[in-house]
């Protein structure tokens, strides 16, 4: 929020109560009064204290933030400054974290339940995790120390890294998880079951004044309504994170063993926060296959014996081919299946780097049984196998020692393509090179690779978790682009990258959360304004009007939101529609061409999105101050308090 907003809104409040101080004991026509005094009763400022005190503490308690990273780990002032920030998250906007929660919540249990599936499939040999090593894994529990090969990246000075769920479920996989007790976590564990139960008291008892006033048809303040709100949203929050570690400032380091390493360095390799992509978000993994001598065609990864100099593209909005050899081209209808979870899904054609694709539904990985909420991620396109595009940074991967791994570059080479080729600035004569993938980090990932495809021939439902399948002359395993490792877990990523990576579960449907918590709290506010003019203490008509807009504003919003992400969801003609993307219309490679009705639609999208959350903004502001102002002019019948033997039965 604006400082200056912020700032002003404080003064509005400050001079509402000082405007006509020292007439607390005039009663108006109408009942109202100004500044009602303690100890005759309950008065404002025990009604604001009791209110913001509940207010502030059950939003504090409920925080279990993640592990810090470790520049922050050993400041006290930026833990406070994070704690502080997302007190007044959930002050303003108590349904972001309410999403938050339902979303590692959500990772949490997905991680136990494969974590047993893995268990199960090695015949119970094994550790089976419970729910709170699960949430100690998610929030960023496990780090690792790389070792001095891997320096690839762009903070090449990094040393420790987080290891994700995602890279724990493949460690779990590999039949690597590291061993951890519940007791060891606990015993990092902040929790402080005395305060929580305090401030569950103190929510309880607020709650309950509440309900007795109804009761009573007593007036109740719009600052108690908006109290109540913020207390079921911090019920919900501890039922989510119930289980979940408080305040762990260090993590636990993987077990150092050649197993270990083995995985790191995959995971490494495979990450792109870590990995380091280039400017082009490119990353040279993408372009490297697994290898099975006598399994796999060699037209995937040797080059052919006469190995031409094609003609680039004129422009990187073209399909890279040899038009001025057309009449040798032998071009190949080929398929890929993204890896699910990979960062190419947001951009297939910028990921793939061809002019042109199509969405493609008939391939062995899409007639998988999947998720029905799970997008679609096949695609069609033409390359031609016999004259690749090898970038000349890249071609040292075809010689020894990387020729005799079995993790190989292959023919299909991203850096090769005419957008990558092209200069980043007009200054540029060439583009800068980038440090090959050192021969001991390939080797060691080789090793983990080795024993991943094994497993994946085992287990096939798994392939398209861990690799992107080519579908040409034969299977092509090249490796999925996923965040294995990262500098930390951040504790709510944005709304864009609000999905769970191999979790596959769409991203819309946490989207769905935040938009239901939304409309369940305005739903809230707006009892107080249909109800009794009486019940509740509004100074004026006007301003009563004005609260039901907003909760309505919050309300409405809301509900439409769930039920566009709902509707995205689950009914994929919808997202379809939506997106632009139709199976019988090509991808670009700028996203401006093909996308048939996308373009005016991708528009209102984007209007309507900008204006349903600022109207929630400006609703949402409103409501929260509007409590407090409402006390500027309230009836005497609020500071009543409710006489608790009346419900009592009497003989």
């Not at 109540?228 to 570690?245: D, E, F, M, Q, T």
């Not at 682009?481 to 609000?498: C, G, M, Q, R």
Request: hydrophobic share 40%; aromatic share 12%; net charge neutral.
């Amino acid at each position: 929020m604006d400082p200056g907003l912020f700032t002003s809104l404080l003064f509005f409040i400050f001079w509402s109560f000082a405007n006509g101080a020292g007439d607390g004991d005039n009663e108006t026509a109408n009942e109202k009064i100004r500044w009602q005094s303690e100890p005759n009763g309950r008065g404002t400022f025990s009604l604001i204290f009791s209110c913001v005190v509940t207010l502030t503490l059950c939003v504090f308690s409920a925080l279990h933030l993640n592990v810090p990273p470790e520049s922050r780990s050993d400041s006290f002032r930026l833990q406070c400054f994070d704690k502080a920030k997302w007190v007044l998250y959930g002050i303003f906007a108590p349904e972001l974290v309410v999403a938050t929660a339902a979303a590692q919540y959500i990772v949490a249990a997905w991680l136990k339940q494969q974590i047993e599936i893995d268990v199960k499939s090695r015949n119970g040999n094994g550790q089976v995790w419970d729910i709170t090593q699960c949430f100690y894994a998610v929030m960023g529990g496990f780090a690792a120390d790389l070792p001095d090969y891997a320096s690839m990246g762009a903070d090449r000075n990094r040393k420790r890294v987080t290891v994700t769920p995602e890279g724990i479920r493949l460690l779990s996989f590999l039949g690597d998880l590291p061993t951890i007790q519940e007791c060891q976590i606990r015993d990092k564990s902040k929790a402080d079951w005395l305060a929580k139960s305090i401030v569950c008291f103190q929510a309880g008892w607020m709650v309950v004044q509440v309900i007795g006033r109804a009761a009573k048809h007593m007036p109740i303040s719009l600052l108690e309504i908006n109290t109540c709100g913020h207390v079921a949203c911090a019920l919900v929050i501890y039922l989510l994170w119930w289980n979940k570690p408080l305040d762990v400032l260090v993590p636990t380091l993987l077990p150092d063993n050649d197993r270990i390493k083995d995985a790191l360095a995959l995971m490494y390799l495979c990450s792109p926060e870590i990995g380091g992509a280039d400017e082009h978000g490119i990353m040279d993994i993408r372009c490297f296959v697994h290898i099975v001598e006598g399994e796999d065609d060699e037209r995937i990864w040797k080059l052919p014996e006469t190995y031409p100099t094609p003609m680039l593209a004129a422009s990187p909005q073209e399909t890279p081919n040899l038009e001025a050899e057309a009449d040798t081209q032998e071009m190949s209808e080929l398929r890929t299946h993204l890896s699910i979870g990979s960062s190419g899904s947001r951009n297939p054609a910028a990921f793939l780097g061809f002019g042109q694709l199509w969405t493609e539904t008939n391939t062995p990985v899409s007639n998988m049984k999947r998720k029905s909420s799970a997008r679609n991620s096949s695609f069609r396109y033409q390359f031609n196998l016999n004259a690749p595009l090898i970038s000349p940074q890249c071609m040292s991967y075809f010689q020894p020692p990387y020729s005799k791994y079995s993790i190989r570059h292959s023919r299909y080479c991203r850096r090769g393509f005419p957008d990558v080729q092209k200069p980043t600035s007009s200054t540029m004569s060439n583009p800068p090179s980038r440090p090959l993938i050192s021969p001991p980090l390939l080797l060691t990932a080789s090793f983990a690779a080795n024993r991943l495809r094994t497993l994946c021939a085992q287990r096939p439902e798994y392939q398209p978790y861990y690799f992107t399948l080519g579908f040409g002359p034969k299977l092509a395993h090249f490796f999925g682009e996923t965040d294995y490792l990262a500098p930390n877990i951040v504790n709510f990523p944005s709304l864009h990258k609000l999905s769970l990576g191999q979790v596959n579960i769409h991203r819309d449907r946490l989207r769905a959360v935040l938009a239901a918590t939304a409309a369940a709290y305005g739903a809230l506010h707006c009892s107080a304004g249909f109800n009794n003019f009486e019940t509740f203490s509004f100074v004026t008509e006007p301003e009563r009007i004005i609260w039901v807009a907003s909760a309505l504003t919050i309300t409405a919003s809301g509900v439409l939101l769930w039920g566009f992400f709902f509707a995205r969801q689950y009914w994929p003609g919808f997202d379809t529609w939506v997106s632009g993307v139709n199976p019988s219309m090509p991808i670009t490679l700028t996203g401006k061409e093909g996308r048939g009705q996308g373009r005016w639609v991708r528009w209102g999208r984007r209007l309507g999105v900008y204006v349903v959350l600022g109207g929630f903004v400006v609703a949402r502001v409103f409501l929260v101050f509007e409590a407090f102002v409402s006390l500027r002019w309230a009836s005497r019948g609020l500071y009543e308090t409710v006489e608790w033997t009346d419900f009592l039965p009497h003989l």
